[in-house]
């Protein structure tokens, strides 16, 4: 059955607050790479631009400038060699969906580095921590863990409690998308450990979770309960009951797909009493706060002589997880979006205003616009923008996105930002570009249709705009093995629905369900609003390889990366007449001779005056090898796995 009512129980209200303000020439059509349609035009664009930034791109900054080749797999940026679980958090959640081979492959290596080193009350981590067993870290690269936020008072920090929680909550996500029975025996047993770590700080009496100072995901930004004698000890922290919430929602279905119903039945009961004391963390109009310490003082309580900032993070994510129900969250969403200070620029801040209630003077790196309090964290934003999509407030996410561009145009996709949201964190860098950053354009395209994974089924809502009259995703959705290919046509309320031509009954005004078994291989799925008729879903051509041409003025470095490319694509062109286009090795190899073709284009772009030159000559020539980089780091993964696995001697 389609979402449960209870979920949509102000559905009625929401085709209003879809309304945007833009207008447009609902005729105009729009061709992408990624995206066509119709109607709102710049929106359409924006989408594409957002999809774009996935693959290699002559143009923009993209998600294959962040391979590592030491671990085959991702890593947050080029000043910061590991992997964060926060600064992960918003991207990955976004971007799940449409992640395919290699990506899929390399966010997994990534997110090892977590779980292969995650505690176990014996192995020693940084700074001779030793985590209890089930605690996961705020960041890892090979060999070396952080079990704890690593900047400020470390010697006063709790584990990395509600960094577990959106671990577990990120990994439970990947699973339930591949559906890849291997993958879930071997993780299934650390996510039950990791939530049996967080289920630790549970207190019975409130049903609340304790957490001490720097527990908290955006860390070190929470001091946890400053006692009378000046010491910090826990508290309860909302973000941690919501986040944990929203894993075990994950949890439970990765459980039944294991087809453990009597351990989903037993989180079920966990989940149930997480919620019943949630309410004890919002306040009359129905917003959490940040924290409640065990005397009762209450912290993030908005417009309070003391403590009265709003804290954003655990307010989106309950909007953006469906923690909270369809009225809280819409009073949460109006709440956020009637406080200026939390977006003087567009972009969502951690708090405002500043913090007073932090363990350290709000001054320096501490300074209320800075770091963790108020300054702008696109990790963050992504969550928020799904909030948006789910009450259709779509100029929002156009002005973050438009927001976003104003940097990534000048590859200065950094992240923190600073300033309240308008400068990067890093200045002194020819360019930047982070992890985090990737978040808010992911959420452009998850935020189309929400993508709810259950262990039997698919549950699509559909947020596009009421402005764009007709649209084609020319990408697939992944759902275990199954591919999707989505197209709307018409605005309003789901009306009609096709798969592959046939008429599909499950749905209803705001949601398709799709069920796992029902699903043909490749399903073409067309949702009709408001009255028209479906469509035909047109057939997405796979592109060709790129051909590797050396350039007549070619320097030898550039010769010899072109070189590297043609062998891989021979290497590719081996790999399909084996019947292995599917497999990793062959998504990889072909990746990297797309970096190899996507040097050439950019060069050739710049030489006919098609790309916008960047602010100084340092950065142009920084952004311009990025990309050799790139393609040089594409090949070397690609070289080493073959060497590994010989795949063309079987």
Known sequence: MPIHSVMLSIAGSMFALGATSTAVNAAEPFEGKYFSGSGDVEYLQLLDISRRMFAPDPEFQNMSMLYMPKWNGLVEGATWEAWWVQNSYGATYCALPFFEEPFTTFLQNAQDLWFSQMGDGKREGANKWVAPDGCLCDCASPGWVMYKQGDGRIDIHDWGVEFSAAGLLMQCELLLISRDEKAIAHYLPMLERVAAFVESRRDPKTNLFLAGPAGNLLAPSYAGYKKP?????????????????????????????????????????????????????????????????????????????????????????????????????????????????????????????????????????????????????????????????????????????????????????????????????????????????????????????????????????????????????????????????????????????????RTWKQFDAMSIHLSYADLPETARICVAMGGTKPVRVPRVKVEKLPKVVVPADASDEIKALCARGKKLAQVHAALLKQGKAGSYEAAHARLAVEAVATVLERRALESEGKLAPLASPESQAAADASYVVTANKLCDGIEEKLKESRPLDR
């Open 229 to 501: 004698d000046g010491t910090y000890g826990k508290a309860y922290l909302a973000g941690l009951s919501i986040t944990y919430i929203a894993a075990l929602d994950r949890l439970i279905e990765v459980e039944k797909l294991a087809g453990n119903e009597a351990r989903a039945a037993e989180y079920m009961e966990h989940r149930a009493l997480a919620r019943k004391g949630l309410p004890e963390l919002a306040g009359p109009d129905g917003c959490f706060i940040k924290s409640l310490d065990p005397d009762g003082t209450r912290h993030g309580v908005y417009g309070a002589a003391q403590y009265g900032y709003f804290e954003a993070s655990p307010n989106h994510d309950a909007v953006c997880f469906r923690v909270a129900d369809d009225a809280q969250s819409k009073r949460i969403l109006d709440k956020m979006l009637d406080i200026p200070e939390l977006r003087p620029h567009d972009l969502i801040l951690a708090n405002a205003p500043g913090l007073d209630d932090m363990y350290e003077k709000p001054e320096g790196l501490w300074a209320n616009g800075t770091w963790v309090n108020g300054g702008h964290w696109s990790t963050c934003e992504g969550r928020m923008m799904m909030a948006y999509a789910r009450f259709g407030k779509h100029d929002e996410m156009r002005r973050t996105m438009q927001a976003i561009l104003k940097f990534a145009r000048q590859f200065r996709m950094d992240n923190p930002l600073v300033d309240f949201g308008a400068a990067v964190y890093q200045p002194k860098e020819p360019i930047n570009l982070c992890y985090d950053t990737f978040a808010p354009p992911a959420a452009m395209v998850r935020g189309l249709f929400e993508y709810l994974y259950r262990a039997d089924a698919l549950d699509l809502v559909p947020h596009v705009p009421s402005t764009i009259t007709r649209l084609d995703q020319r990408f697939p959705i992944r759902f275990g093995t199954k591919r999707l290919y989505l197209s709307t046509i018409g605005a309003g309320p789901v009306t009609a629905v096709t798969i592959n031509g």
